[in-house]
């Protein structure tokens, strides 16, 4: 090869290294700007969630005492049992007592006519 051939040579492989280059700085340019738009909209996003977890934590307790508040467990045999017992043994000692201590009867008033007079 000569030399004017290798020049020429040097020459294309230089402008084909060169369009290269700014094909690639341009490709970082781009891929730098798309990395800070997505790094925006992770913040954005994340800013969002956080905000809806609180509203969902928040609304998640109140829905927690509105359950607690309305929701009614059903009594267990023993409990009921229980309760019953307590009110047949309070109605057992009201009865003694009122029988021991006499009832107040109340007696048919007998009303005198006024025009026996």
């Keep these: 090869m000569t030399e004017a051939e290798a020049q020429s040579e040097y020459d294309k492989v230089?402008?084909?290294?060169?369009?290269?280059?700014?094909?690639?700085?341009?490709?970082?340019?781009?891929?730098?700007?798309?990395?800070?738009?997505?790094?925006?909209?992770?913040?954005?996003?994340?800013?969002?969630?956080?905000?809806?977890?609180?509203?969902?934590?928040a609304v998640l307790e109140y829905q927690a005492k509105i359950d607690k508040t309305?929701?009614?467990?059903?009594?267990?045999y023993e409990e009921r049992k229980a309760r019953r017992e307590a009110e047949i043994t309070g109605l057992k000692e009201a009865l003694k007592i009122l029988s021991e201590e006499g009832?107040?009867?109340q007696k048919p008033r007998h009303l005198r006519s006024v025009a026996a007079h």
């Design 14 to 57: 230089s402008q084909e290294n060169k369009v290269t280059k700014l094909t690639k700085d341009q490709d970082v340019k781009y891929k730098t700007k798309e990395a800070k738009g997505l790094d925006k909209a992770v913040a954005e996003y994340s800013s969002d969630r956080e905000g809806l977890q609180t509203e969902l934590s």
């Design 70 to 76: 309305c929701i009614s467990e059903a009594e267990t």
């Design 103 to 105: 009832v107040f009867l």
